[in-house]
């Protein structure tokens, strides 16, 4: 079966830091691209960061340009999102996905909810 599941959120205070996982299985990260989205309630989806797997280029939004950074561990198959100086408006449920120009065809995992407060 494939899969994607995401783990490392929580709730964290202004200012603090998490790091989030996605774990794949039945299928080989290292062949797609991978990018992290987050949806908070009333908003819409939106891009966070994603890695380009052929030649390991990243891209970040600019709400989070300096504060995340996003990798990809091969021999674990898993994908990581740090996140550092987090500030309340990172509060949202994240969700790491396939990206390919066929969005149909994409495997998303089940998000893991960020909550940022003091």
């Known amino acids: 079966q494939v899969q994607l599941v995401e783990s490392g959120g929580g709730l964290v205070q202004p200012g603090g830091s998490l790091r989030l996982s996605c774990a794949a299985s039945?299928?080989?990260?290292?062949?797609?691209?991978i990018g992290w989205f987050r949806q908070a309630p009333g908003k819409e989806r939106e891009g966070v960061s994603c890695i380009n797997s052929s030649d390991g280029s990243t891209h970040y939004a600019d709400s989070v340009k300096g504060r995340f950074t996003i990798s990809i561990d091969n021999a674990k198959n898993t994908v990581n999102l740090q996140m550092s100086l987090l500030k309340p408006e990172d509060t949202a449920v994240y969700y790491c996905?396939?990206?390919?120009?066929?969005?149909?065809?994409?495997?998303w995992g089940q998000g893991t909810q960020v909550t940022v407060s003091s």
């Open positions: 996905a396939t990206v390919s120009p066929t969005p149909t065809r994409d495997y």
């Open positions: 039945g299928f080989t990260l290292g062949h797609y691209n």
